[in-house]
């Protein structure tokens, strides 16, 4: 079965603070809804708007299916700009845990501007005036050489009527060119459409593969086996990032314990006898299954069974800058798309 738009969730992090090592880690059951206020910052305070502030919160874009549907060639960007004099831009450092002091000094960005003028069919450099100046500063332009970049018509929504396709900039440092507010860009391949001034144009994050995943599998026992081939079975609403040890408390019935390195000792008992499941309260689905036919072996009281589990989800972070002297504004916001096929 395909993946559906309705699979597509995003949710907080566990962490949310302004302190930079409270703010992000891995990612939470709470899931933040689109179109509502507040649903990843904060209100701004006046203070904020006179002076100026730069937020930022970490998102996960998840693919929420039971049972789980690989998402590949996943591209994501923001695709509309925000309604006021704030801007906002994406980070992707691949991690699940990290936490908001740990992102490298160096860690490029990606954004949005419009294009400063029409270009014909086949066209093969753009001109992109930024969504705001401020991100011509060398710490945050969003366009680099060798971006993949989408562009569209298709106005407040990528569902809208309208024409869009992806586009690659050349590998060269010559092919970016910033001016003020405005980069140049060369592209490898000409446009597919002719393109009024306005069109959107972002810089995209792409990720390859976007699924459940379990990894570094480590057996600890002299006379116990295990096979892990088709007997591990990740759920896409239950996985979580986690390093689990399983360890055998009872050598004559097979009992064992789950723990987990965040979620803490005890998470779970089983057998070896029986199919395992250990329930993920929050979605009453299963954090992943081990099938009893993957024990083999003589396994000892206290032998172990350890591997890390991650979720079928993209981790970004999301910086929201607002200028000093920012006008007030009731509600604004952008819009962050995922697109990808179904494996």
């Not at 874009?61 to 998402?71: F, R, Y």
């Not at 908001?100 to 450099?125: C, M």
């Not at 569209?152 to 869009?164: E, F, P, R, V, Y």
């Not at 088709?230 to 759920?235: D, G, P, S, W, Y």
Request: with cysteine.
């Amino acid at each position: 079965m395909p993946i559906q738009g309705s699979d597509f969730h995003v949710f907080k992090s566990a962490l949310i603070s302004n302190t930079p090592a409270q703010n992000g880690g891995r990612m939470s059951a709470v899931e933040s809804l689109t179109n509502t206020k507040g649903n990843l910052f904060p209100d701004i305070t006046q203070s904020q708007r006179v002076s100026g502030v730069t937020l930022v919160r970490k998102r996960f874009e998840k693919i929420h299916t039971d049972p789980a549907i690989e998402l590949v060639n996943a591209r994501a960007f923001i695709s509309t700009p925000s309604t006021g004099d704030d801007y906002s831009l994406l980070l992707h450092t691949g991690s699940h845990t990290d936490t908001e002091d740990q992102i490298p000094g160096n860690q490029r960005h990606f954004g949005l501007g419009t294009l400063k003028t029409g270009v014909s069919l086949g066209a093969t450099q753009l001109v992109i005036t930024l969504e705001h100046a401020g991100m011509a500063a060398s710490g945050l332009q969003p366009f680099k050489p060798g971006d993949t970049l989408w562009i569209s018509n298709q106005g407040s929504s990528i569902h809208n009527a309208g024409n869009s396709e992806f586009l690659t900039v050349g590998p060269n440092a010559g092919d970016v060119s910033y001016s003020g507010g405005d980069v140049t860009l060369n592209l490898t391949v000409g446009t597919t459409f002719a393109w009024t001034a306005g069109a959107y144009v972002s810089s995209v994050i792409t990720v390859a593969s976007v699924k459940p995943t379990w990894t570094n599998l480590v057996v600890t026992s002299s006379a116990g086996a295990f096979t892990e081939s088709n007997n591990i079975v990740l759920n896409g609403f239950g996985a979580i990032q986690q390093n689990w040890t399983i360890t055998l408390t009872n050598s004559v019935t097979g009992a064992f314990r789950l723990d987990g390195d965040a979620l803490g000792t005890g998470v779970a008992t089983g057998t070896m006898g029986s199919d395992f499941s250990p329930n993920h309260p929050d979605f009453s689905k299963p954090y992943f299954k081990i099938k009893s036919t993957a024990w083999s072996g003589t396994w000892a009281n206290n032998d172990t069974l350890t591997f890390t589990t991650g979720p079928a989800a993209i981790p970004l972070w999301h910086k929201l800058i607002v200028p000093a002297g920012a006008a007030s504004i009731s509600n604004t916001g952008c819009n962050v798309a995922v697109i990808g096929e179904s494996a």
